[in-house]
């Protein structure tokens, strides 16, 4: 078994089949290294690794409380996050040199052999696979792509994502900044948000926008460095930038989504699978890690068709559905009446911590939403999400 990435898809999929007895080859050339990402590992990521891992020894900031901002509307509302204990936190931030460098790790103790190289092509025989690599070759019969979104195993055995299929997320690292509240502003155009999120060293500050939006990745890290100065969040601090591409699909995307063929599976951010809402990927990288490895050790006689049932009965539909909503999230009109029911309703803000750790589904959401609001503020909620 190979496995191309060892980000957190491929990492804890190597993990997870190394324990299962399995002989797996990860290969990837950037260990240890940094990932241009926020950082943010939500309760129901951290519950996932948590029998693998030791979390509590992960050097994280514990995120005490999310501040909403909305340009133009005056004061922020700030949401509680619940942190009792370990097992019931909702979010931390963690730089991913440390998380990755920690799921790395047990995979390598679980037995997992880790190939520092790249991989320059992937071809399909009929035996199994050929995976050619900066370094020696590797034959596999079986191959799991979990190389980030420019995914090399997706490009060679599925179709590569299109623009209109990808985010560009811009920022910066503020180094020598932290605090234990992540900074969320929410924006109309690009419709979306720009963060503040805090590790322990830094903070990761950024902005995303769909590709084929129009907006360039230097425009928007311009956007980022405005906000920046106009809210004080990174005073003093060295700035070191980054751009990246997020998977970013449109509900027709989702629908027509290839996360597996014969003998090859694709996980994580390969296989197309973040919330479009809220950009987040780390849970479903680890989910269709450990997903993948499940369906392979099995036994049954096609992993893959196995595993590409699930993904899409539990995953898919969801983030389908999150991408349904998407347009009507951010619109300006929706955000106006979000931003005031922060204001004024705990039971919004108790829905916004859910969405934050990941605990609210968006099967729910609208009528959460609707039925915690008073009368008139459900009907507009309501009629705002029936427009567009
Ligand atoms: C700016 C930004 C902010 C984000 N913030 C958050 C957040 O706060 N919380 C959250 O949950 N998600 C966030 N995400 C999404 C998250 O980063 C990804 O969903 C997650 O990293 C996916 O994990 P993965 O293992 O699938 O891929 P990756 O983490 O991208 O790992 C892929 C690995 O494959 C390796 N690789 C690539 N090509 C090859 C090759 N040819 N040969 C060998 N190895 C290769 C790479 O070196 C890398 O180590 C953010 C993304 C961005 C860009």
Not at 20 to 48: F, N, Q, S, Y
Request: with cysteine; charged share 20%.
């Amino acid at each position: 078994m190979a496995i191309i990435g060892a980000g957190p898809s491929g990492a804890w999929a190597a993990c997870c089949l190394a324990r299962g007895g399995a002989r797996v080859a990860l290969i990837d050339p950037t260990h240890p290294r940094e990932k241009p990402c926020g950082g943010g590992v939500t309760g129901r990521a951290l519950a996932l690794v948590a029998g693998a891992l030791d979390v509590d020894r992960l050097p994280a900031c514990v995120i005490r409380s999310a501040r909403f901002t909305r340009a133009g509307l005056g004061e922020a509302a700030v949401v509680p996050l619940e942190n009792r204990d370990s097992a019931s936190r909702s979010l931390i931030v963690a730089s991913r040199a440390d998380f990755d460098g920690l799921l790395l790790a047990a995979a390598r103790d679980a037995g997992a052999e880790v190939i520092a190289a790249r991989v320059t092509d992937v071809a399909a025989d009929r035996r199994g696979f050929l995976v050619a690599t900066s370094g020696r070759e590797v034959y596999a019969a079986r191959v799991i792509g979990a190389d980030g979104a420019n995914s090399l195993v997706r490009r060679r055995l599925a179709q590569p994502f299109g623009r209109a299929e990808l985010s560009i997320a811009t920022g910066y690292f503020a180094h020598g900044v932290t605090s234990d509240e992540i900074v969320i502003e929410l924006v109309a155009d690009p419709p979306g948000y720009l963060w503040s999120f805090p590790r322990p060293t830094h903070l990761a500050i950024g902005i995303c926008a769909q590709a084929d939006a129009g907006a360039t990745a230097t425009a928007l890290r311009a956007r980022t460095a405005d906000w920046m100065r106009a809210t004080d969040v990174a005073n003093g601090a060295r700035l070191e930038p980054y751009s990246w591409p997020i998977p970013s699909l449109t509900a027709r995307g989702f629908e027509a989504l290839t996360v597996a063929g014969p003998g090859w599976l694709l996980a994580g951010d390969a296989a197309g699978l973040v919330d479009p809402i809220t950009r987040e990927g780390i849970y479903f990288a680890l989910l269709s890690g450990w997903w993948a490895a499940d369906a392979i050790l099995s036994g049954t006689a096609d992993p893959s068709r196995r595993y590409e049932d699930r993904v899409r009965d539990e995953i898919v539909s969801e983030l389908a559905r999150a991408a349904r909503f998407k347009g009507r999230f951010f619109h300006p009109r929706f955000t106006r009446l979000l931003m005031d029911a922060l204001h004024h309703s705990a039971q919004i803000r108790a829905v916004m911590a859910d969405l934050v750790a990941g605990r609210q589904s968006y099967a729910g959401l609208k009528w959460r939403l609707a039925t915690t609001l008073d009368a008139g503020l459900a009907w507009s909620v309501w009629r705002t999400s029936r427009t567009r």
